[in-house]
């Protein structure tokens, strides 16, 4: 499978190209999250969960073709406001130049120019912008790394290929579930192991992607829904938790500024 991916000799050896499709609040933090983490030289580390450091590998398919760190991003927005937003943030995590530039409404060129793409969209938008003209052709034989909540991998094959039995030449579909802390390096993030095995360098790819924002978990498809509800939603709730102890600490004469922070890092305390 992973010959899937390979560089197709539209480009120079060893180049790989990632795409985010849909570049909003958690496209962004993923995108800078691995910027932050690779040079130019590859060299690049982080922690485990013991706060150790380690290396993020160089990775390549059983053939000897490049798959990390990528050489190379796009992104993909609507407005000039977006393209204004993402750019911004882009600079500041980009401090190797790394070669990045954002193609704005032809998600479908995007996607012709790379070899592996992170499906970033609002839910509501995923089958508009698969279902456009030239998009199948533009995914042959890539990977397809969604984000989306709540959209099964099954989903996006069926909005591809019309439930059309699996054949040479598609696309690989992962699904997965970080959330929005990915923007400072704190995402716990659900990878959904697909129903079809895929090479285990493919595996590392993504596993790598997303180590880059945090910490990463397999489970299978159907505990996809229920990640989502506890890691996806999970921040908001934690964060309605820490409101609420800071208001109780107002009530009970605190100053607010200092109630904040004084509950803030009780949170951030480890058990």
Request: proline share 5%; charged share 15%; hydrophobic share 40%.
């Amino acid at each position: 499978m992973a010959s899937s991916i390979l560089t197709t000799g539209r480009r120079k050896e060893g180049e790989q190209v990632l795409a985010f499709i849909g570049c909003g609040t958690l496209g962004t933090g993923i995108l800078t999250g691995i910027m932050s983490h690779v040079g130019k030289e590859g060299l690049s580390f982080v922690q485990d969960e013991a706060g150790n450091t380690e290396p993020l590998p160089f990775l390549q398919d059983q053939h000897g073709n490049h798959l990390f760190p990528p050489t190379s991003y796009i992104a993909t927005c609507r407005s000039d406001s977006a393209v204004e937003r993402v750019d911004a943030a882009v600079s500041e995590a980009n401090t190797t130049g790394e070669t990045f530039k954002v193609i704005q409404n032809d998600n479908v060129k995007a996607c012709q120019e790379a070899d592996v793409i992170i499906l970033g969209c609002k839910p509501y938008m995923v089958s508009g912008i698969l279902s456009k003209p030239g998009m199948v052709k533009a995914l042959e034989g890539k990977l397809l790394i969604s984000i989306c909540a709540g959209v099964a991998a099954e989903d996006i094959e069926n909005t591809l290929y019309g439930g059309k039995p699996g054949g040479v030449g598609r696309c690989t579909v992962v699904r997965t579930m970080p959330n929005t802390a990915a923007g400072i390096g704190q995402s716990m993030t659900v990878l959904a192991t697909p129903s079809t095995p895929i090479d285990e360098s493919v595996s590392m790819l993504i596993e790598t992607i997303f180590k880059c924002v945090g910490e990463v978990v397999w489970l299978p498809p159907n505990l996809m829904d229920a990640s989502t509800a506890l890691c996806g939603s999970g921040p908001a709730f934690f964060l309605l938790l820490l409101e609420a102890a800071i208001d109780g600490g107002v009530a009970m004469g605190l100053p607010r500024a200092e109630a904040t922070k004084m509950a803030a890092q009780t949170m951030n305390e480890r058990v």
